[in-house]
Nanobody, 124 residues
Framework: QVQLVESGGGLVQPGGSLRLSCAAS????????MGWFRQAPGLEREFVAC????????YYANSVKGRFTISRDNHKNTVYLQMNSLKPEDTAVYYC?????????????????WGQGTQVTVSS
């Protein structure tokens, strides 16, 4: 089983940037597809971005396309989410997740390992 720990969240002004990190332990994630999801208060968890095992294929929710970038460093067993041009509606708890399929997928049920989440608050 893969253990995931997110970091890098915080309070940022609209238009600002943050980079989230997801450090994996327990086993290598080099064969896993990885994803980021988020959940705002009172709302369901939603897909944000995903990347396949190789890092060559990525997919984004329309709401973040062009502003967020997912990447991975398999040597460091870490996945990143660079978030630029942040908006108040990006405020949520952000979760990292791993899927053994190794593929890009937006379905949360495909992800078998989840982190505890990191809070991102966008406010002036």
């Amino acid at each position: 089983q893969v253990q995931l720990v997110e970091s890098g969240g915080g309070l940022v002004q609209p238009g600002g940037s943050l980079r989230l990190s997801c450090a994996a332990s327990g086993r290598t994630i080099s064969t896993y597809g990885m994803g980021w999801f988020r959940q705002a208060p009172g709302l369901e968890r939603e897909f944000v971005a995903c990347i396949d095992w190789s890092g060559r294929n990525t997919y984004y929710a329309n709401s973040v396309k062009g502003r967020f970038t997912i990447s991975r460093d398999n040597h460091k067993n870490t996945v990143y989410l660079q978030m630029n041009s942040l908006k108040p509606e990006d405020t949520a708890v952000y979760y990292c997740a791993a899927n053994a399929l190794g593929a890009t997928t937006t379905r949360s049920r495909d992800f078998t390992s989840w982190g505890q989440g990191t809070q991102v608050t966008v406010s002036s």
